[in-house]
């Protein structure tokens, strides 16, 4: 609705603001299993990368697991005592049987030495992916790690605010993390990204706001 531009005329901008709250006051706990496919789908990636990790090292015969290190320890060790894993792994050279008709017109059989340019190219490729999925697969892991405590500690959902959005005032930001359910404040927290700052902070003290109201409307019923 164009909320991401915080230039627009007040008679718009309230509209917007209301379509905006209506929403999420009419749809409160109803974002849960939004947010749970969107973190099981980062539980995905991560089985992707270590499942990608466990079939390369079936196509190398299991010395993929050990290349990028191997690399590492060749590069350090001495010269005399290298025995390079690249090459062990991608030959450039290797032995070679021609057959070609000869004179006779019989099929006469060559041996020779032929050269392996493209594992060159290779060995380059592959120790890159080695380190490529080894930094993919520790950077979704704690990512996991993070979301799981985001959903168990509502205390770290307000400080995770408290610092992406600090011209939220504290108090909303508490009442929310605790009325508010987990899928409902990672919607925010999206939204928040995603629109002016100003804007956001007007949706969210209104939201709070809303919440006390109705808190203090069930004291004095009872």
């Keep these: 609705m164009d909320l991401d531009v915080g230039i627009m005329t007040q008679v718009d901008r309230k509209q917007k603001q209301e379509m905006m709250l209506d929403y999420l006051q009419s749809n409160i706990r109803n974002h849960n299993f939004w947010a749970f496919k969107y973190f ?27 290349y990028g290190t191997d690399v590492i320890n060749f590069m350090q060790s001495d010269q005399e005592d290298r025995v390079d894993p690249m090459i062990y792994i991608f030959p450039r050279m290797t032995k070679c049987t021609f057959h070609k008709y000869g004179l006779s ?5 060559h041996d020779s030495i032929c050269i392996l340019p493209l594992n060159i190219v290779n060995e380059k490729i ?16 704690i990512l996991i790690i993070y979301r799981v405590f985001m959903f168990t500690s509502s205390k770290l959902r307000a400080y995770l605010f408290k610092i992406h959005y600090r ?16 899928g409902d404040w990672y919607l925010l927290y999206m939204i928040g990204i995603n629109i002016d700052a100003g804007i956001f902070r ?19 019923m009872v």
Excluded: P
Excluded at 40 to 54: S, Y
Excluded at 105 to 109: C, I, P, Q
Excluded at 169 to 178: G, H, N, S
Excluded at 202 to 220: M, P, Y
């Design 202 to 220: 007007d949706v969210f003290h209104r939201l709070a706001e809303n919440i006390k109201d109705g808190s203090e409307e069930n004291r004095r």
């Design 167 to 182: 011209l939220i005032e504290q108090y909303d930001i508490e009442k929310i993390a605790k009325h508010y359910g987990v």
């Design 105 to 109: 017109g019989e099929v006469e059989r």
């Design 126 to 141: 592959y120790i890159f992916l080695w380190f490529w999925f080894i930094i993919l697969a520790v950077l979704t892991l």
């Design 40 to 66: 099981f789908c980062e539980i995905l990636a991560f089985i992707n990368v270590v499942g990608q990790m466990f079939l390369m090292d079936r196509f190398f015969d299991g010395e993929f697991f050990s």
